[in-house]
């Protein structure tokens, strides 16, 4: 048994799904940032496996791209969650409703 | 070559930018100074300048500055004639005067400093308006001087009727403004310049004699300059200016100023003898203006609103001397006016000075012995504007309803008129220094006359002399002035007095008619007991034919009205309403969509992921896009 582009795809989908999960079913804002993570990270999986099988180097540079977007992301996203903890002293985006309309 | 007539103008601009700027660090006394020797330059640099024509040169010339606007041929060019040569000395020499005796008399003043950089400004925006050699720079000059007059009326604005009499200026001045620009215009679309030599040159050759266009720019020319020089119906202006500083009234509101009108005709002279209608009309709004103003100088107690009227009745035979073709007499007149009335108004101010700020007649009196200086350089003034010979006023006047009565016709009807107002005129101003300087001490508690500086009374003394002598420059035997003027009435054709017997059958009757009211106003206020002036008659001539409330309702009422409706009807209700009902509109609809905004993260997330996954289904079922 080869392991082909399809089980590849298969381990990104379960990955990506266990991150959505996560992210709608806890209420802390580090373990939502740690799902989101996650997702970007199967969906890097799909680009480089689908890169691969169609023998094409977009799906690396894709991925890349991602990596450096997700750094930056997290620069900013982990700064705001430790000001709002020092503030609220509560990660619980549930209590954090402010911007209700 | 006097292209270095500029500086006359520059100098006195750098010393009000430099007051404006450094005033405070400069302080009191020495902004009084800086302001007038750069006042007294400028009337040095302007007779260097004339040295020319004294010696009997007749070469006008043109100074080209720069190009100012070139899409319409428009430079920044001065005229330097006879004409402009004239008002130029008159302009910076009574000017100067006055600076030096505004350094004494606005002595303490909170805001010493920026009265002698407004006074500066002034002067500036005078030269302007007498050097401009178009149309484009004569208007700079008008409303720059229109600008310095409302800054100085309004000078103590902690006054509210200071500063509502600065504010009456400036719109009473807007009216008149608003026939000058439309005359320009009209001006611009016949000759397609603004300058002096093609307009006047061209005239003759553009305009038909009584035509349609002449009489149109000439009249509207007329409505600026009955706004300027404070004329019927526009003259309402003037009376409240006195709520300035008296220098001030000296200055702008008798000498220089308001006598820019009678310039603008004078040097619009060609155009005018093209209009012989509009001649008419200004020879007749002048006389109407000298009897009315003078009739309500009768009545008045305030000894600077005598002045005012009396200052609006000479303007009117100023005008009356223009209207008639004697450009010369009228700018004669101009110039022995500025003289006594300078003189008169700064006398005023020595006497106001001295009764601790009193302006009331009923309060003075009897001042003969405090003020011996002030008192006897306003006499002086007093016989010169009451017509009697030797003294200037007498050789003005009388040329100008010379020159009325020789025209003939309906003229000789205008000339009773001026001859009247010379009684008129001989009555108040003797009724003024009666109850000022004779009789009994009418004088509050508290309040002890005394002489003023130095620096007050040589600008009295000189004024004097000038007031004395000046007329002897155009007698009917040495007709020095006029023939100066010639040259720059080279184009018009001049009236003269008439010859003979008749000017001195004519003066006779002008110096009775000046004597007899000096006699009345001797018989009714130092012969015995003076007079109560109360009553109906004294009231109205008192609140000057209630003119100001007739137009208070007829026209202010209205204007406010007008303006209360736009700005809480218009402008609150409809303006306003139409953007608040946008903003309302919008938070209505917002409403709406407000439940979707739950502040839930993971709601969104919800919605993220849920949006991804029907995009993925709706993909797979079409099978592609």
């Known amino acids: 048994m080869t392991v082909t582009a399809g089980w590849y795809m298969a381990l990104a989908a379960v990955l990506f799904v266990m991150g959505g999960a996560g992210l709608l079913l806890r209420k802390n804002a580090l373990i939502m940032f740690m799902c989101i993570e996650l997702m970007l990270n199967s969906v890097n999986l799909t680009f480089v496996a689908a890169g691969h099988a169609l023998g094409s180097i977009d799906g690396q540079l894709a991925a890349l791209f991602v990596v450096v977007v997700a750094a930056a992301e997290v620069t900013v996203g982990l700064a705001i969650i430790v000001m709002v903890f020092r503030k609220r002293s509560t990660a619980s985006v549930d209590e954090l409703s402010g911007m209700k309309g | ?625």
Request: charged share 10%; proline share 4%; hydrophobic share 55%.
């Open chain 2, 1 to 625: 070559m006097v292209d270095f007539i500029w500086i006359a103008v520059a100098l006195p601009l750098l010393g009000a930018a430099t007051l404006v700027v450094f005033g405070k660090r400069i302080g009191e006394p020495r902004s009084g100074y800086l302001a007038s020797v750069l006042a007294g330059a400028a009337f040095v640099i302007v007779v260097i300048a004339a040295a020319n024509f004294f010696a009997g040169g007749h070469q006008g010339e043109q100074v080209y500055l720069f190009s100012w606007i070139p899409g319409l041929g428009i430079n920044a060019e001065f005229l330097w004639d006879p004409l402009s040569a004239v008002m130029t000395m008159v302009v910076a020499g009574v000017g100067s005067l006055i600076h030096v005796y505004s350094i004494g008399y606005m002595h303490g003043d909170e805001r010493y400093s920026r009265f002698f950089a407004y006074m500066n400004l002034f002067l500036a925006s005078m030269l302007i308006l007498v050097l401009g050699a178009n149309f484009a720079v004569l208007f700079v000059g008008w409303e720059l001087v229109g600008l310095s007059s409302y800054l100085l009326i309004s000078f103590w604005f902690e006054k509210p009727s200071a500063a509502a009499a600065g504010k009456k200026a400036f719109i009473v001045n807007r009216i008149g403004d608003f026939g000058f620009v439309v005359a320009l215009m009209l001006i611009f679309a016949t000759f397609g310049s603004l300058g002096f030599e093609t307009v006047f040159g061209n005239a003759a050759g553009l305009l038909s004699e009584g035509g349609g266009t002449v009489t149109a720019i000439t009249l509207l020319l007329l409505v600026g300059a009955a706004g300027k020089s404070a004329q019927l119906p526009l003259y309402v202006w003037l009376p409240d200016a006195m709520e300035g500083p008296t220098p001030v009234s000296a200055l702008i509101h008798a000498a220089t100023m308001v006598t820019a009108g009678v310039y603008m005709v004078a040097r619009t002279g060609v155009l005018f003898e093209l209009a012989p209608f509009s001649s008419g009309v200004v020879a007749t709004v002048g006389a109407l203006t000298a009897l009315y103003a003078a009739t309500i100088a009768i009545g008045q107690k305030d000894i600077k609103r005598v002045l005012a009227y009396s200052t609006i009745s000479q303007l009117g035979y100023m005008f009356m001397g223009v209207g008639v073709a004697a450009y010369t007499a009228g700018i004669f007149h101009l110039m022995t006016h500025a003289f006594f009335k300078a003189l008169l108004f700064l006398g005023a101010g020595s006497v106001i000075h001295a009764m601790s700020g009193e302006q009331d007649m009923d309060k003075m009196g009897g001042l003969r012995k405090a003020m011996p200086k002030t008192f006897a350089t306003m006499a002086i003034a007093w016989v010169a504007i009451s017509g009697i010979p030797p003294f200037s006023g007498f050789w003005s006047k009388d040329e100008i309803l010379g020159a009325t009565f020789n025209k003939g016709g309906y003229f000789v009807f205008l000339w009773a008129i001026g001859l009247i107002t010379a009684g008129f005129t001989a009555y108040y101003m003797s009724r003024l220094m009666f109850r000022t300087f004779w009789g009994e001490k009418r004088w509050d508690k508290g309040v002890h006359p005394h002489e003023s500086p130095g620096s007050m009374t040589i600008p009295l003394i000189a004024l004097g002399a000038l007031a004395a002598v000046g007329g002897l420059i155009n007698t009917p035997w040495k007709l020095t002035l006029e023939h100066f003027l010639e040259p720059a009435f080279e184009n018009v054709h001049l009236a003269h007095a008439p010859e003979g017997a008749t000017p001195w059958i004519l003066a006779l009757v002008s110096v009775a008619a000046g004597a007899v009211g000096i006699y009345y106003a001797y018989r009714r206020f130092l012969v015995g007991e003076a007079p109560e002036e109360k009553g109906g008659v004294w009231e109205t001539l008192l609140q000057g034919y209630y003119v100001d409330d007739l137009y208070g309702k007829t026209l202010v009422l209205p204007g406010k009205a007008a303006a209360e409706q736009l700005a809480f009807t218009a402008d609150a209700k409809g303006i306003d309403g139409a953007v608040n009902g946008v903003g309302g509109l919008v938070k209505r609809l917002a409403v709406i969509a407000k439940p979707l905004q739950t502040g839930l993260a993971r709601s969104y997330g919800v919605g993220i992921l849920g949006g991804a996954a029907a995009l993925v289904l709706i993909i797979l079922v079409r099978g592609g896009w």
